[in-house]
């Protein structure tokens, strides 16, 4: 059982893998600058698993106070969040994104090298894969990006592998997540976008509450089922596991290694919402707009690797996503506060 410090914890995906980690023994511990989440994460965890975990408001940026962090709680393994997420707005701020994204991936290894933390879990994403591959994307295919965001992947991955060839102590697990949507079954925690929603679900979720009018579906003439776009949707509970998997992976002394965190079943726009409108009972209104630059037709994992090396199996289906997803959104109108 291990203390690990889960940056950019109190995050969507944070909170979560701070769930399992508590139901599986392990403490977390909570980094965040709250640029884009709150602490009142940490009381929703502790109603769910009784346990509140510390929760340390603190910039990725700051290496020295990062290595006091792994220093003063004996810190094991990091699980590194912390970043920004915006594909579009990645676009309009690629400093931001370049300074977060990769400084602080920079900054949490110096301070892991200064204080002898040798474990590191990255947060990366199916988008390094770029527009070119072919699905199922398996873990061997060349990496590339389309925007600043993914650019920012790709290299925190580079940065990661780079440092783990010069230092021989270093251990790390790349997680390549495919889309992640749902929320914690008890409604207590989920994703809470500020703005307007850059992704599916919780733009649909919006609609559903009577905050947007209707979803835009950007293409309906794709070489799939029923013409729009297909993703790989995985539920925020299962890709908590996969953390859960590969954090104890790691621990347990193997080596390196990347994988794709995904059900490998590719989803339409219209199957999703479809599925949402049965799981909520809410009619989704949408219109049908032209195809959005960039976008591809079809993108889902080849999960054999994970499920090969760390025994990863998903075990939510499509309608436990939008069911989950829809408790939280109509529970938690305002998101973490108050109504
Ligand atoms: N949600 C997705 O669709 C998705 C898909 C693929 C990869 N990812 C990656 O997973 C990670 C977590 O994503 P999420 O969906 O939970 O996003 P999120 O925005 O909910 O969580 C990220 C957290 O990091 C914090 N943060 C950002 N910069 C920081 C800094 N400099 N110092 C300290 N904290 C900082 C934010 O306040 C936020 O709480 C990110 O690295 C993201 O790129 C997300």
New binding site residues.
């Given amino acids: 059982m291990a203390n690990i410090l889960l940056?950019?914890g109190?995050?969507?995906?944070?909170a979560h893998t701070a769930v399992v980690l508590i139901e599986s023994g392990h403490t977390p511990i909570l980094?965040?600058?709250?640029?884009?989440?709150t602490p009142k994460v940490a009381e929703r965890i502790q109603v769910i698993t009784g346990v509140k975990p510390m929760v340390i408001e603190?910039?990725?940026?700051d290496t020295a106070a990062l290595v006091d962090v792994l220093n003063t709680h004996d810190i094991q393994a990091v699980i590194h969040?912390?970043?920004?997420?915006a594909v579009g707005e990645s676009v309009e701020k690629p400093l931001s994104y370049y300074q977060?994204n990769v400084m602080?991936t920079l900054s949490v290894l110096a301070a892991m090298a200064q204080a002898g933390v040798h474990h590191i879990v990255l947060?990366?994403?199916?988008?390094v894969y770029g527009e070119n591959g072919v699905p199922p994307m398996s873990e061997d295919a060349p990496l590339s990006a389309t925007n600043p965001y993914g650019q920012t992947?790709v290299m925190m991955e580079q940065i990661i592998r780079d440092v783990a060839v010069a230092d021989k102590t270093l251990r790390y697990a790349m997680l390549r997540?495919f889309?992640?949507v749902g929320a914690h079954p008890s409604g207590q925690i989920g994703?809470h976008p500020r703005g307007i929603p850059n992704?599916l679900m919780p733009y649909v979720q919006q609609v559903a509450i009577g905050l947007r009018e209707k979803l835009s579906v950007f293409g309906n003439d794709y070489p799939t089922a029923d013409g729009t776009g297909e993703r790989d949707y995985i539920h925020v509970m299962d890709l908590a596991r996969g953390h859960v998997l590969a954090v104890n992976h790691l621990l347990a002394g193997n080596d390196s290694f990347t994988v794709n965190l995904g059900t490998g079943k590719p989803v339409t726009v219209l199957q999703m919402v479809q599925a949402f409108e049965q799981a909520s009972g809410k009619p989704i209104a949408y219109t049908i707009a032209p195809r959005r630059a960039g976008d591809v037709a079809s993108v889902y994992a080849n999960p054999q690797l994970a499920r090969q090396l760390l025994g990863f199996e998903t075990e939510y289906t499509i309608s436990d996503m939008c069911r989950d997803a829809w408790v939280w959104q109509s529970r938690n109108p305002n998101g973490y506060d108050e109504a």
Avoid: C, M, R, W
């Fill in positions: 940056t950019g109190t995050g969507y995906i944070g980094l965040d600058n709250f640029s884009n989440s603190q910039d990725v940026l969040f912390a970043a920004h997420k977060n602080g947060s990366s994403s199916a988008t992947k997540y889309n992640p994703e992704n």
